[in-house]
């Protein structure tokens, strides 16, 4: 089993996030990720983390280009989701125990 508590604090900044520039479904996804961790439910985080961050890196991928259409300097506004994103070592709960 992982670092749960810490996978908590993650996916929720994550959750935050989300909610915070519109992305209701991805914010969610990363809102059952957070209720599965406090009950320690690590099959749960290891089978809809990669699917989550999947989405997330095409949410990226659609902002961007957004964007660069109509200013490459709004992409600075995301930097702190990417941020956190790029922060994350959650490969102990990529696999089921």
Do not use: W
Not at 10 to 24: D, M, N, P, Q, T
Request: glycine share 6%; charged share 25%.
């Amino acid at each position: 089993m992982g670092d749960m508590r810490n996978y908590c604090i993650e996916v929720h900044s994550i959750k935050s996030a989300l909610f915070s520039i519109g992305a209701a479904e991805l914010g969610q996804e990363a809102r059952e990720l957070e209720l599965a961790s406090k009950r320690d439910d690590d099959a749960f985080c290891a089978k809809y983390l990669p699917p989550l961050l999947e989405g997330i890196g095409n949410l990226r991928l659609r902002l961007e280009e957004i964007f660069l259409e109509s200013d490459r300097n709004k992409l600075r506004t995301l930097s702190g989701l990417f941020a956190t994103l790029s922060t994350l070592d959650m490969s102990s709960l990529t696999t089921a125990s």
